[in-house]
């Protein structure tokens, strides 16, 4: 049975850091393609980043790539977000989520499993 397990979110000051994790498990996952997401409420998922498991190549979207960090640990099975300088419109519900292929990482649609999400509240 696959898992995808976020931790690390929490309360946060604006302009701090936090560093999300996502335990996977379940399967052999080399050959697929791991993201993170955000839902802020009342809104729609959001993509932010993705990393392909086996050869680490990275994409962002242009709202985070210079303040957010995708990276993986092969020994842990683990992916992680690292988010620098956090606003207030950091505030959602951070999701990982996997996908079989790079086609369409940018939509929800093609992934195939989502963790239940771990949330991320940004404070004055």
């Known amino acids: 049975q696959v898992q995808l397990v976020e931790s690390g979110g929490g309360l946060v000051q604006r302009g701090g850091s936090l560093k999300l994790s996502c335990a996977a498990s379940?399967?052999?996952?080399?050959?697929?393609?791991m993201s993170w997401f955000r839902q802020p409420p009342g809104k729609e998922r959001e993509f932010l980043a993705a990393?392909?498991?086996?050869?680490?190549?990275?994409w962002y979207a242009d709202s985070v790539k210079d303040r957010f960090t995708i990276s993986k640990d092969d020994a842990k099975n683990t992916i992680y977000l690292q988010m620098n300088n956090l606003k207030f419109e950091d505030t959602a519900l951070y999701y990982c989520?996997?996908?079989?292929?790079?086609?369409?990482?940018w939509g929800p649609g093609s992934y195939d499993y989502w963790g239940q999400g771990t949330q991320v509240t940004v404070s004055s």
């Open positions: 379940g399967r052999t996952f080399s050959n697929y393609v």
């Open positions: 990393i392909t498991w086996g050869g680490g190549s990275t």
């Open positions: 989520a996997s996908a079989p292929s790079l086609q369409g990482i």
